[in-house]
């Protein structure tokens, strides 16, 4: 089993709807999380750290299940700059960062 | 701030050729890495480092070879380049437990 693993995509949504993301990890030691975006060709950035109690980015909301070892996305209003790929990210033991996948998304007109 | 560079942005080499990838941060972050990201598989770590003098390997770091003499360069040396080697690798830094920040990756193709 991986030890991060999304589901590929690709999601295609229209303009305005909201759609989320889940992502599971198999270390249960796993420390910290994240959320990064990718666009095409080029460097992953941070989209958002995760935090236990959940937190919220003005569109985007991410929530921690430590029991179930999953972690999600969603995105509400979605807009066509939303198009990216969307990599879950887990720390272990506080260093090495293990990346899923990623899950495309495109957001259509 | 420059953040971090990585050079060059292309490079094709033949089967045998060696050659190293630059990576340089001016962040003074301690734990620097190598990634490389094929179609389908993710970012998969080749070797990383927490510190100068300090490295170590990742999930893939067959063929590679890195050093950290200095806390701002953690270059990336192939060996015997190989068309399982084609690849975009990208570099990063970060000061744990914080974000990572990538550079803009370096596109190698071995023929």
């Known amino acids: 089993r991986k030890e991060v693993e999304q589901d590929p995509g690709p999601f295609n949504v229209p303009e305005g709807a909201t759609v989320a993301f889940n992502c599971t990890y198999s270390?249960?030691?796993?420390?910290?999380f994240f959320w990064y975006r990718q666009d095409c060709r080029k460097e992953p950035k941070l989209l958002m750290s995760v935090y236990s109690s959940g937190n919220e980015d003005g569109r985007f909301t991410a929530q921690l299940n430590r029991a179930s070892q999953y972690i999600s996305l969603l995105i509400r209003d979605s807009k066509l700059s939303d198009s990216a790929t969307y990599l879950c990210v887990v720390t272990v033991y506080g260093q090495n960062f293990v990346f899923g996948p990623g899950t495309r998304l495109s957001v259509l007109p | 701030n420059a953040g971090v560079t990585q050079t060059p942005k292309f490079q094709v080499l033949k089967t045998g050729q060696s050659m190293t990838l630059q990576c340089a941060q001016d962040?003074?972050?301690?734990?620097m890495s190598w990634y490389r990201q094929d179609p389908g598989m993710g970012l998969r770590l080749i070797h990383y480092?927490?510190?100068?003098?300090?490295?170590d390997q990742g999930e893939v770091p067959n063929g590679y070879n890195v050093s950290r003499s200095t806390t701002e360069d953690f270059p990336l040396r192939l060996l015997s380049a190989a068309p399982s080697q084609t690849s975009v690798y990208f570099c990063a830094s970060s000061s744990p437990p914080g974000e990572q920040y990538f550079g803009p990756g370096t596109r190698l193709t071995v023929t």
């Open positions: 480092s927490v510190g100068a003098g300090i490295t």
């Open positions: 270390n249960s030691a796993s420390q910290s």
């Open positions: 962040m003074n972050h301690e734990y």
